[in-house]
């Protein structure tokens, strides 16, 4: 029988939302008060440290698996504490956010780069606060129930079963978390109608479709692709869904601030350039993702797109019509300092957009052959008189259909843009 080392000895059993040893690092003993107290109102076990030098000591700690971090403090700041963290030899992944009340996009470009997972404006509002940890103690504890998982494979022939049941449920309750990092399936934006459709090939997948308002009429839309499959490649996806997240616009990396302070959008393929600077200098693996991002102007019916990788946009015009737009492009996280060229679009009322996956046109039939744009075209027109999840339905039955199975090999996503015309 294996025995576990003590540092690594982490309850099978524990639910992925269980409550983590948290370290609050802030050199304001008031702050650090109230941040403790209301961790420890939620159950959580607390630690505490006046400096960042004090706490990469107590990190070195396994059971730390949460971080909240003050940005600017004498001696190390926030970022420096980071990268010290990343650096040290600790079994299992601490989840770090820092608290700032620096909007700009360097400086939270400079706290990803440092390691940092997740951040807070100042003052913190406890509602956020506790989603924002909620959100971090899932992917730690999926990452050490994992780590258990794999060192316990190898006691006995007999206990396999076991723990491929237990992989089994971990994984569901991961696909069920990526689930619920996906925006509402249908949102209306004014004139705009956007319909999201996701299907993994396995309990959880690499792909992610969402969207997000801008301000001043306008609204983003975003599809990607991690490339490979699973847990890691699904963890790639929920990441950088969480950068173009509605939730967090400050932190949208597809968004920048006016003078005025407030926000408006970035050029997509600079939005495309950003994320590939980060992404090569953050994950370092061999994964990368394709990615399709638009940001239409819900008054004139343009939209601004960059396609990284990612298919050719279709377009459905009101009058029946089909084409395929974008000049391609390279995928995100594949290639140092790639250049990424936009194009624009111009929709006409009643016109519509499907930005998609190549799970799509990449679907075989029984004999091995592609569905490939025109057979898309095909099942486009052929659900045409249908919009919104409707259309999106009829386009996964047709799918269905041409592989001869509602099971696909790969991932296949979707995002449909209808557009109704200028608000009148």
Known sequence: MLHRPDHLAWPLDRPPDAPLRVLVIDDSRAQRLMLC???????????????????????????IGLVISDWMMPGLTGPEFCRRLRAQRREGYAYVILLTSKTADSALAEGLEAGADDFLTK???????????????RIVAMQRALVDRNLRLTDALGEIRS????????????RRLQRSQMQDRFRRFGPVDVSLWLKTSGHV?????????????MVGVFGLDVSGHGVASAMIAARVAGILSAATP???IALTRRRDGSLCPLAPQEAAVRLNQMILSEIRSDRYFTLG?????????????????????????????????GPGGLPIGLIEGAAYDGFDIAFGPGDRMLLYSDGLIECPDPDGR??????????????ARLTGPRFLAALEAGLARHAGTDSFPDDASAVLIDYHGPPG
């Open 163 to 174: 723990l491929y049941d237990a992989l089994d449920r971990d994984l569901e309750e991961a």
């Open 205 to 217: 997948g690499g792909d992610m479709v969402g969207s997000f308002p801008v301000g001043d009429g």
């Open 293 to 325: 991002l638009g940001i239409l102007d819900t008054g004139s019916g343009r939209m601004w797109m960059v396609q990284a990788g990612h298919p050719h946009p279709l377009m459905l015009r009101r009058d029946g019509r089909v084409e395929f737009v």
């Open 250 to 252: 400050d932190q949208n």
């Open 37 to 63: 107290t209301l961790l420890r109102r939620w159950g959580h076990a607390v630690v505490e440290a006046g400096t960042a030098e004090e706490a990469l000591e107590i990190a070195r700690d396994p059971a």
């Open 370 to 383: 592609a569905l490939d744009e025109a057979g898309l075209a095909r099942l486009v027109t052929e659900a």
């Open 123 to 137: 003052p913190v509002r406890p509602p956020e606060l506790r989603a924002r940890l909620t959100a971090g103690a």
